[in-house]
């Protein structure tokens, strides 16, 4: 069976409190029988026009071949005037809410629904306290946390917030330290632990979390072979971002990583995340496109039929857990018609 993980906070405001409106949905989600609600674990999230998103793409490659020169600063600095002087539709920037303050409020108002970051930028807390932090949230739900691990990648949010931003080596080495550690620590009363940018010297872990041996770890992002890697040697599931072709590529990459360290392809479930816009006639969805902008992720625009038929492609290339988002989820109307017309078609798969 194909199981359904729900992306919260890619939606609009439905009322006065921000929150009010993420409880909704996460509600309706676990009413309608999904698997799992996730949060972006961002501290802000803008939607820039393609011209500036280009710009800012081209100004990180020319940085890495030329870092010295002025010229990718200037880019950066055009690109940034740009989005102040012409980026003005309120559709493009979201309320954001910190992740895992949310998921621990949502987590004690549910029963069922599995919780978790999708996925935590490694860069932007200790390793240690993220273990904390998650060994906490399946405390308080009761072992339904998912433990969604990155390297962090939005630069933009980095400067805002005060952080440096690493070299891709550098948020990669420091996720393979973030993901032993909270390993250790979701297993280990004292642990103890050095790597490369991160240690931990007689850490405690009192309680340990409620799922044995440990919760199980995500680890998504769009890189390649490190990444793969990464989870062939720790990860439950492993989050895959792309069209199906992609899809299909990064999977018999991660194939031939668990062959290469020695682990059973099968003990990974993989996980793709896309955008759904779905309405029940053609006639609704052009009146959804015009009011609304797809979410992050592939999107997937289309009648309850034609989505079906989109994430059948995933499925046959190996997707066995689908995460997805509603630019209009804040309405409820997508989870229930998503809920009856597309989740039952995977029920047997």
Excluded at 71 to 95: E, G, K
Excluded at 115 to 124: I, K, S, T
Excluded at 310 to 334: C, K, M, R, S, W
Aim: with cysteine; proline share 6%.
């Amino acid at each position: 069976m194909i199981r359904f993980g729900h992306l919260l906070g890619t939606h609009p405001n439905q009322g006065e409190n921000y929150f009010d409106t993420v409880l909704a949905v996460a509600q309706a989600s676990e009413a309608v029988g999904l698997d799992a609600i996730f949060y972006s674990d961002h501290f802000q999230i803008q939607h820039h026009s393609g011209l500036v998103h280009y710009m800012r793409l081209a100004a990180e490659a020319l940085r890495r071949r030329m870092p010295s020169h002025f010229f990718p600063q200037r880019l950066d600095m055009w690109a940034s005037r740009m989005a102040q002087r012409y980026d003005t539709d309120p559709r493009r920037t979201l309320a954001v809410l910190e992740c895992f303050t949310t998921l621990a409020a949502i987590a004690a108002v549910t029963q069922r629904v599995r919780l978790g970051a999708l996925v935590a930028g490694v860069p932007y807390r200790n390793p240690a306290l993220l273990a904390k932090i998650n060994i906490t949230l399946d405390v308080i739900s009761h072992g339904r946390c998912i433990v969604g691990l990155g390297a962090g990648w939005h630069e933009e949010e980095f400067k805002a917030y005060g952080w440096s931003f690493p070299s891709i080596k550098q948020r990669m080495d420091g996720l393979e330290d973030a993901i032993r550690i909270i390993d250790t620590m979701m297993t280990h009363h004292r642990a103890n632990y050095t790597g490369t940018h991160y240690r931990i010297t007689e850490a405690l872990s009192n309680p340990l979390p409620i799922q044995r041996p440990r919760p199980p770890i995500m680890i998504g992002g769009s890189g390649g072979r490190r990444m793969l890697r990464l989870v062939a040697q720790y990860a439950d599931y492993c989050n895959i971002l792309g069209d199906p072709a992609t899809v299909a590529w990064k999977i018999e990459a991660l194939r031939t990583h668990c062959a290469a360290v020695g682990r059973p392809f099968e003990t990974i479930i993989c996980s793709n995340f896309v955008s759904i816009l779905i309405a029940q006639n053609k006639t609704e969805l052009a009146r959804k496109r015009k009011q609304y902008n797809p979410g992050p992720g592939h999107p997937i625009i289309g009648t309850p039929e034609q989505v079906v038929a989109a994430l059948q492609e995933f499925v046959q290339v190996g997707i066995q857990y689908v995460v997805f988002n509603f630019p209009d989820a804040h309405t409820l109307e997508p989870i229930h018609l998503f809920a009856e017309m597309v989740v039952p078609a995977f029920a047997k798969m």
